[in-house]
């Protein structure tokens, strides 16, 4: 079993900076794939980045691609998503996601434990 707690989101203007934490329980964090997904009103869950339980591989959508970078800490139980150049699409509520695999995915139903989500508004 996994919990993870999102934490770091808030408004913030376009072109500026957020950086969500996801903190998670359990001895067995450095064995799963950590993902991001983002949820905007209306619309269906999208991914956003993952990264390997290594940390040496990761992927992103191309929504976000040289702008989001994600990262992890297995020392600290914790993953992070770094946010720049934000943009008023970016605005969603972003969840935290745990793979217990080593195979990398961006498919939410792939995804075996989640977060309760933290809200990011960007403001044009």
């Known amino acids: 079993q996994v919990q993870l707690v999102e934490f770091g989101g808030g408004l913030v203007q376009a072109g500026g900076s957020l950086r969500l934490s996801c903190a998670a329980s359990?001895?067995?964090?450095?064995?799963?794939?950590m993902g991001w997904f983002r949820q905007a009103p209306g619309k269906e869950r999208e991914f956003v980045a993952a990264?390997?339980?290594?940390?040496?591989?990761?992927n992103y959508a191309d929504s976000v691609k040289g702008r989001f970078t994600i990262s992890r800490d297995n020392a600290k139980n914790t993953v992070y998503l770094q946010m720049n150049s934000l943009q008023p699409e970016d605005t969603a509520v972003y969840y935290c996601a745990a793979r217990a695999t080593v195979t990398m995915s961006s498919l939410a139903y792939e995804y075996n434990y989640w977060g309760q989500g933290t809200q990011v508004t960007v403001s044009s």
């Open positions: 990264i390997s339980w290594s940390g040496t591989r990761t």
């Open positions: 359990g001895r067995t964090f450095s064995a799963y794939v």
